[in-house]
Structure formats: structure tokens, C-alpha cells
């Protein structure tokens, strides 16, 4: 089946720092890839998707890009601020998208000032 | 505000207590479903419903009850709950023919078991 493996956190940057939280994915074909963010005390929202190979996904300063290759989605960000602190979850639905979306367990991310 | 209004979003209950979460969606989406986020856990989804009906259901106790009376709304009745249910209920919901643009979610309800 399918299934989505994020890089275990916790992480700790220092404000302006790059991050990287890297994700891989198992499924069949060519799914559709996904990075959700959660802000404390919060429910999830989508960040950037990439729906085939070789899309760069992008919002407020983040890109992921769908690398079919190494079936791997990271998620990077030039320079974070401490506003940038909450749980990342990266996801997938299958090819089509007529299946649940398939969740990593989360990467939690505390940027310091 | 994401389109996805769950209320209350806070509950405290006793063990004994019945209560229900509600989930409120206008967004024209036709699948909905609930899932529980416990600390240090991974996303656990506990129930899908696709056009009003229930399609999956995960080994959930029977302590939780969904309800999906029509496509916008979505409801999760508790009764007997444990102490081990407290966590945070977070619904979403997505169009079944638009897949790709993922689901929205709501902001949650936290709840606390006594």
C-alpha cells in the first residue's frame, strides 16, 4: 500500500537558518504529493502540492519538489523565522486521487529567535 | 478561517458524560471525515464519509458514534469515553472527484476525558 516516511524531529533551528525535512514516499504510479503544515493549537493546512514529476510546489517562502527518481518530496526553506514553528506533515494521494490521502507522522520544527 | 468551522473547540467531560462534536463545512465538498491527533502519536483517521454515507471505519470503539445527517455536516457522538480519548478531533473534507487538490481541515476540538 501506500505510505509516506518524513524524517523523525524533532527539529531546532536558529532564525535565518535553511531548513530541509525530508520525505519519501511508497505508492504505485505517479501520486500526488502534498506538505501540510499545523500551527500550534491548530488544525492542519495545505502548504504547497505537486501533482507530477518534476513540479515544484511553493508558498510563503517554502518549496518541495516531486522527484520521481528518489521518490522524495523534501521540503526546504532559504531562511526560516520563528513564526515558521509548527508540525509539517507530509502527504500523498494516489494517482487520480480517488483514494484517501496517506499521512507522514509529522516533523514538529522550533525556529529560535 | 479555512472554510472548515468545528465547534465547540474545547470540551471537558466526564467519563460518564454523552456529548457531540460538530463539524460544518460550505465549501461544496462531498466526502468528509474525522481524525484523531493524540501527543506524540501519528494522524489516526477514524471515519470517511463519501457522499453521505460511511465508507470506512477505523476499528473504532463503539464509545464513538459518527452521524452525517447531509453532505455539509458532519457530527461525532461520544459516550463512556476513556481517559485515553482525550486529544485533539480534527474533521476535513474534500471533493471525491477533485482528489488532487487535497482536504481542508477544520481547526479542531480538544477534548479532555476526567
Known amino acids: 500500500g501506500n505510505s509516506v516516511t518524513q524524517m523523525e524531529g524533532p527539529v531546532t533551528l536558529s532564525e535565518e537558518a535553511f531548513l530541509t525535512i525530508n520525505c519519501t514516499y511508497t505508492a504505485t504510479g505517479y501520486p500526488s504529493l502534498f506538505w501540510y503544515v499545523q500551527y500550534p493549537g491548530e488544525g492542519l493546512q495545505l502548504l504547497l502540492k505537486a501533482t507530477k514529476a518534476d513540479d515544484k510546489g511553493s508558498n510563503k517562502g517554502f518549496e518541495a519538489t516531486y522527484r520521481k527518481e528518489t521518490t522524495s518530496f523534501h521540503l526546504e526553506k532559504g531562511s526560516v523565522q520563528v513564526s515558521d514553528s509548527a508540525v509539517y506533515f507530509c502527504?500523498?494521494?494516489?494517482?487520480?486521487?480517488?483514494?484517501?490521502?496517506?499521512f507522514g507522522k509529522g516533523t514538529k520544527l522550533t525556529v529560535n529567535p | 478561517e479555512t472554510g472548515v468551522t468545528q465547534t465547540p473547540r474545547h470540551l471537558v467531560m466526564g467519563m460518564t458524560n454523552k456529548k457531540s462534536l460538530k463539524c460544518e463545512q460550505h465549501?461544496?465538498?462531498?466526502?468528509m471525515y474525522w481524525y484523531k491527533q493524540s501527543a506524540k502519536k501519528p494522524l489516526e483517521l477514524m471515519f470517511v464519509?463519501?457522499?453521505?454515507?460511511?465508507?470506512e471505519n477505523n476499528s473504532v470503539p463503539s464509545r464513538f458514534s459518527p452521524e452525517c445527517p447531509n453532505s455539509s455536516h458532519l457530527f461525532l457522538h461520544l459516550h463512556t469515553l476513556q481517559p485515553e480519548d482525550s486529544a485533539l478531533y480534527l474533521c476535513a473534507s474534500s471533493r471525491i472527484d477533485r482528489g488532487l487538490e487535497g482536504y481542508t481541515f477544520g481547526s479542531g476540538t480538544r477534548l479532555t476525558v476526567v
Open positions: 502527504a500523498l494521494v494516489s494517482e487520480g486521487g480517488s483514494e484517501k490521502l496517506v
Open positions: 465549501l461544496g465538498h462531498n466526502a
Open positions: 464519509y463519501s457522499l453521505e454515507e460511511r465508507v
